[in-house]
Nanobody
Framework: QVQLVESGGGLVQAGGSLRLSCAVSVRTFSSSVMGWFRQAPGKEREFVAAIRWTSGSTFYADSVKGRFTISRDNTKNTVYLEMMSLKPEDTAVYYC??????????????WGQGTQVTVSS
């Protein structure tokens, strides 16, 4: 069973930066793709970014492309989301998730508890 623990959320002013971390308890086939999603109040959860553990290939939502960077540290079993030029509309609970089937935009089976990111204007 893969367990995911996010950290690094907080309050930041517009234009600022934050780095989220997701510690993965077990790196197996069940976490071949790691993703970040977010959910703002009153809105549906949406895809933010994803990365393949082995190849390091990355994928981004258009809304964050050029501002957010997803990366992974294989030695620490940790995935990061570096967020720059933050906007108030980036305010949401951010979730780390693991996809066992290698799919990027759906099919995530394991989820972390979420970490709040609040961007003030």
């Amino acid at each position: 069973q893969v367990q995911l623990v996010e950290s690094g959320g907080g309050l930041v002013q517009a234009g600022g930066s934050l780095r989220l971390s997701c510690a993965v308890s077990v790196r197996t086939f069940s976490s071949s793709v790691m993703g970040w999603f977010r959910q703002a109040p009153g809105k549906e959860r949406e895809f933010v970014a994803a990365i393949r553990w082995t190849s390091g290939s990355t994928f981004y939502a258009d809304s964050v492309k050029g501002r957010f960077t997803i990366s992974r540290d294989n030695t620490k079993n940790t995935v990061y989301l570096e967020m720059m030029s933050l906007k108030p509309e980036d305010t949401a609970v951010y979730y780390c998730a693991a996809s066992p089937f290698g799919t990027v935009y759906s099919g995530y089976k394991n989820w972390g508890q979420g970490t709040q990111v609040t961007v003030s204007s």
